[in-house]
């Protein structure tokens, strides 16, 4: 969602730009709408194993848990692959490597 709103790519939004983006695009929506319009491509219908990336990359940075795996960056990116790959095989029912909407929902 960071990277929508941050099209001049300064690297910095404002709230005013967060709660603009916030209220015209995403505030009417369901919860699994939102989740679908964060995690995907704007204009996109399916969700990619890549678009799971940024998350993950602010969780493995971020979360205390995962402390272990920040002086390893090569079993950062497997650890990340196992999870987006347990995700998929959990939501992608017709395994064609995409979410859609109707998946994820």
Same mark, same amino acid.
Request: glycine share 4%.
């Given at each position: 969602? +960071? *990277?929508?709103?941050? &099209?001049?790519?300064?690297?910095? @939004?404002?709230? =005013?730009? !967060?709660?603009?983006?916030? /209220?015209?695009?995403?505030?009417?929506?369901?919860?699994?709408?939102?989740? +679908? *319009?964060?995690?995907? &491509?704007?204009?996109?219908?399916? @969700?990619?194993? =890549?678009? !799971?990336?940024?998350?993950? /990359?602010?969780?493995?940075?971020?979360?205390?848990?995962?402390?272990?795996?920040?002086?390893?960056?090569?079993?950062?990116?497997?650890?990340?692959?196992?999870?987006?790959?347990?995700?998929?095989?959990?939501?992608?029912?017709?395994?064609?490597?995409?979410?859609?909407?109707?998946?994820?929902?």
């Amino acid at each position: 969602m +960071f *990277r929508r709103i941050d &099209k001049s790519n300064k690297g910095k @939004i404002t709230k =005013d730009e !967060f709660l603009q983006v916030w /209220k015209t695009d995403f505030e009417r929506l369901e919860q699994s709408k939102r989740v +679908f *319009r964060i995690l995907s &491509k704007p204009g996109a219908t399916h @969700i990619d194993n =890549d678009d !799971f990336k940024p998350i993950l /990359k602010e969780l493995l940075e971020s979360h205390p848990g995962l402390n272990f795996l920040q002086a390893t960056p090569e079993f950062q990116d497997r650890y990340a692959d196992t999870v987006v790959m347990r995700i998929f095989f959990s939501i992608d029912t017709n395994d064609d490597g995409r979410i859609s909407y109707r998946d994820l929902k």
